[in-house]
């Protein structure tokens, strides 16, 4: 690596359903983190790793901030957030256009207590229909603090984000990249499967069964041209347990398709993926499996 190389870790923070997941997938140029309309899709902070051709930034994609938390489950989330703003080099916090709200100052209020370098990312601009809305709306960010930087954009819309790659890596130390070229994430391959896994059962599910999900790896065995992969997914009802299943067990069977499908994009051989629903009562609030998805 020459000696002009830079290597930062950036946090990705915001309030519920601002985009965070979106823009995570778009800078890594694939899927790792679940994505829906749905608010607190991310649980965990999921870390991965973007490299340029002179810097690699390494991104930490972290669950929404919502401030009225009634199960533990969103109290573990909110930790997992704030966790996120502790020893990185950027904080790259996400807002929407016309909407500030008490997640948002909140968020702000504990940004101003770091020394990171701190982007502010105004997402969804797309739907700014007169572009001249825009610079009112970047003036009225600058007053409520000293961002580093301020970039607009479309993480869903935009083609490409390099006008944002140049500005983290603007703010990252001189270093040797941490990980090789073709790393994307540091997770392993287990919580890989899961989410993906999850992610699929949150897509089918739609607005069903927001958050009473969770997936557990039963086996997960390689060999050279075959994954063979037994998943559990876990709801709190019996009721519930039905819906995942779905008539003659349809819904079920989707959710396997779709995640079979893109396991097979992500470890490059087939997948034999059995999936099964399981009830475990009032799972969001017993910290033995509550505790798993702390940082």
Avoid at 186 to 201: L, S, T
């Amino acid at each position: 690596m020459s000696g002009d190389s830079k290597c930062g870790f950036v946090s990705i923070v915001g309030r519920a359903n601002v985009g965070k997941s979106t823009l995570f997938n778009k800078l890594l140029g694939d899927q790792l983190s679940v994505t829906t309309h749905k608010p607190h899709t991310t649980r965990n902070n999921i870390r991965g790793i973007l490299s340029l051709e002179h810097c690699q930034l390494v991104l930490l994609d972290t669950p929404g901030v919502q401030l009225s938390h009634r199960r533990l489950m969103h109290r573990v989330m909110l930790s997992n957030a704030l966790s996120a703003l502790q020893e990185v080099d950027v904080v790259m916090m996400l807002v929407e256009p016309h909407i500030w709200n008490r997640e948002d100052d909140y968020l702000l209020e504990q940004i101003g207590q770091i020394k990171a370098s701190v982007v502010l990312v105004i997402n969804k601009v797309d739907r700014i229909k007169d572009k001249s809305e825009l610079l009112p709306v970047i003036d009225g960010l600058k007053a409520r603090h000293a961002f580093d930087s301020i970039v607009p954009l479309s993480a869903l819309h935009d083609p490409e984000v390099t006008a944002l790659t140049t500005e983290l890596c603007r703010f990252c130390p001189d270093s040797e990249f941490l990980f090789p070229r073709d790393v994307k994430w540091d997770r392993d391959d287990a919580f890989v499967v899961a989410e993906i896994v999850r992610g699929a059962a949150m897509v089918q599910l739609q607005k069903e069964l927001p958050y009473v999900l969770y997936t557990e790896i039963e086996t997960l065995e390689f060999t050279e041209s075959l994954a063979t992969v037994s998943v559990v997914i876990w709801v709190e009802k019996d009721s519930q347990k039905s819906i995942v299943i779905g008539k003659k067990g349809a819904r079920l069977k989707a959710i396997g398709e779709q995640a079979r499908r893109r396991l097979e994009r992500v470890f490059h051989r087939k997948v034999m993926l059995s999936t099964w629903v399981k009830v475990k009562q009032n799972w969001q609030d017993q910290q033995g499996i509550v505790s798993r998805f702390k940082h």
